[in-house]
């Protein structure tokens, strides 16, 4: 079955430090990945989308990692904001025309 | 720079109640998609419309309709809501299919059925 998982479900972290969100996935074949942040009360916004070729795409302060061969990516978030409290969601995408499959998300907290 | 539009935002049914999201797109997208999302699950996909005329189920379209009225317009119906309804409806858009290209989301609908 064409899951997405993702580590940890919650993080709080204080302003300025880095963290590290983790998504793992069985989805097969693979077209790419992207991870979304949703920010409460509003739709998902895009921060990067790889190919199963790419292993590393930034996004300013974000940098998404990809390993194909063992079915991981990760976010990285550097300097944190408090802007950057959101939820963090993996995002997964098959052959070019199948369904996305969306992970459950991290829900990042940031305080100061 | 509106990108993908949502009415309303928020909306409360009496069970057995009929109504309409509306979503639209100013971005000349040809595939468009009906999400909901429900609290400790992902966004589970309910119809999409891979171009203008074409309609198609997603993973969970029991108790819904949906039609393309044009290449801008696709909406959602939700003919007798039931209280498993309730939940936050986002609407999405990209250029073709779900390939490599970007999708973008509207802002939600927060439906509350009673």
């Known amino acids: 079955k064409n899951q997405v998982e993702q580590s940890p479900q919650s993080l709080i972290i204080l302003e300025g430090k880095n963290c590290t969100l983790q998504c793992n996935y069985t989805v097969s074949p693979f077209s790419n990945l992207r991870w979304y942040k949703q920010d409460t009360g509003r739709g998902p916004v895009s921060l990067t989308i790889m190919t199963f070729s790419e292993n590393t795409k930034s996004n300013g302060r974000y940098t998404a990692t990809l390993d194909a061969d063992t079915k991981q990516s990760s976010l990285h978030i550097t300097a944190s904001q408090l802007s950057d409290s959101a939820s963090y969601i993996c995002?997964?995408?098959?052959?070019?025309?199948?369904?996305?499959?969306f992970g459950k998300g991290t829900t990042l907290s940031v305080s100061s | 720079n509106a990108g993908v539009t949502q009415t309303p935002k928020f909306q409360v049914l009496k069970t057995g109640q009929s109504m309409t999201l509306q979503c639209a797109q100013d971005m000349n997208h040809n595939s468009m998609y009906w999400y909901r999302q429900d609290p400790g699950m992902g966004l589970r996909l309910i119809y999409y419309?891979?171009?203008?005329?074409?309609?198609d189920k997603g993973e969970v379209p029991n108790g819904y309709n949906v039609s393309r009225l044009n290449k801008r317009e696709f909406s959602l119906r939700l003919e007798s809501a039931a209280p498993s309804q309730t939940s936050v409806y986002f609407c999405?858009?990209?250029?073709?299919?779900?390939?490599?290209?970007?999708?973008?989301f509207g802002q939600g609908t927060r439906l509350t059925v009673v």
């Open positions: 999405a858009s990209s250029h073709m299919g779900t390939g490599n290209t970007e999708a973008f």
């Open positions: 419309s891979a171009s203008e005329g074409t309609t």
């Open positions: 995002v997964v995408s098959g052959q070019a025309g199948t369904a996305l499959i």
